[in-house]
């Protein structure tokens, strides 16, 4: 079974730092594009920032110069690296990956279970 499984949530004060991570795992052939979204409640998911399999990024203008997404295709991992948090980044995480399983030539969208990211004033 194919999944992505996020880490590195939690609790932070205004001005902070937090690293998130997801790893894909399973019978995966390929991984293409992977990203990051976020969700307030009572609120449609928005994407935070995206990366192709090349390195190509792009960000929500709320975040750039701020956040900074990676990914390590040996690892089947991609990272969000946020700096200088807000209150108004207090949101849950979910990772995104389009993701080919062994034996496909099509791929799927996955998401990840969700991280909370808190940031106090």
């Known amino acids: 079974q194919v999944q992505l499984v996020e880490s590195g949530g939690g609790l932070v004060q205004a001005g902070g730092s937090l690293r998130l991570s997801c790893a894909a795992s399973?019978?995966?052939?390929?991984?293409?594009?992977m990203g990051w979204y976020r969700q307030y409640p009572g609120k449609q998911r928005e994407l935070v920032a995206g990366?192709?399999?090349?390195?190509?990024?792009n960000y929500a203008d709320s975040v750039k110069g701020r956040f900074t997404i990676s990914r390590d295709n040996a690892k089947n991992t991609v990272y969000l690296q946020m700096n200088s948090l807000k209150p108004e980044d207090t949101a849950v995480y979910y990772c995104?990956?389009?993701?080919?399983?062994?034996?496909?030539?099509?791929?799927?969208?996955?998401w990840g279970q969700g991280t909370q990211v808190t940031v106090s004033s």
């Open positions: 990366i192709t399999t090349g390195g190509r990024t």
């Open positions: 995104n990956a389009d993701i080919q399983p062994l034996g496909l030539g099509w791929g799927y969208e996955y």
């Open positions: 399973g019978s995966i052939f390929r991984i293409n594009a």
